[in-house]
């Protein structure tokens, strides 16, 4: 199997453009989550879903936003594009939320917004 | 709330030293630990994890972390560098309570420089 995978891999993007940064894993993983990667600062939870129709917000949601239609596909989009935004995002996903489950990482989205 | 805290931003080992990667965390409920790798350009990769057994765990390619709840920390440490280990390491927590998800909290990362 895949694993997770991430589309795409690389993204230009100006100041108020949309677009959805697409997350898909195919182990039948029930939760699914998005960060991203600032020098310094780790990896920062944006978004996370505990299965299908359900989402919450993490740490830092401000300007994104998510849906979780299957189990298989988590999208963050954009809506308007802002240069704070440029990053590095990853998606995980794990089997569900027990003890010290572990969480499967994609290759990453590497945005930048001009 | 639960935060992580790297205390080296960088360390440099030569090859065929110890490298040792400092931790420590504060959790409010009994917490899982990990740590992750990531190669240049790379995603992440799990090299070991504490969840509640035993307080030695070890993991891949040779990387070991002892849990010390008195000192509320998750060292990572490798007898031997190889110039292959050299990578950005994370440290991250996870509070197990089902109110909290599976929400991992990172530490900011220490990269690690091998020298031949």
Redesign the interface.
């Known amino acids: 199997n895949a694993g997770v995978t991430q589309t795409p891999k690389f993204q230009v993007l100006k100041t108020g453009q949309s677009m959805t940064l697409q997350c898909a894993q195919d182990m039948n993983h029930e939760?699914m989550?998005w960060?991203r990667q600032d020098p310094?600062?780790?990896?920062?939870?944006i978004h996370?879903s505990?299965g299908a129709g359900i989402t919450?917000q993490?740490e830092v949601p401000n300007g994104y936003n998510v849906s979780r239609s299957t189990t298989e596909d988590f999208p963050l989009r954009l809506l308007s594009a802002a240069p704070s935004q440029t990053s590095v995002y990853?998606c995980?996903s794990?089997y569900?939320?027990g003890?010290?489950?572990?969480?499967y990482?994609?290759?990453?989205t590497r945005l930048l917004v001009l | 709330a639960q935060s992580v805290t790297q205390l080296d931003s960088h360390v440099s080992v030569s090859e065929g030293t110890p490298v040792l990667l400092r931790c420590n965390y504060s959790s409010s409920y009994s917490p899982s630990l990990f740590w992750y790798v990531q190669h240049p350009n790379k995603g992440l990769q799990l090299l070991l994890k504490y969840t509640s057994a035993a307080t030695l765990v070890k993991g891949i390619n040779g990387f070991e972390a002892e849990f010390k709840k008195s000192e509320t920390s998750f060292h990572l440490t490798k007898p031997s560098a190889h110039m292959s280990d050299a990578a950005e390491y994370f440290c991250v927590v996870t509070e197990n309570r089902k109110a909290a998800g599976n929400k991992l909290t990172f530490g900011g990362g220490t990269r690690v420089l091998v020298k031949p």
């Open positions: 939760y989550s960060y310094g600062m780790g990896l920062r939870l996370y505990v919450d993490g990853f995980a794990s569900g939320q003890r010290g489950e572990t969480q990482f994609g290759p990453g």
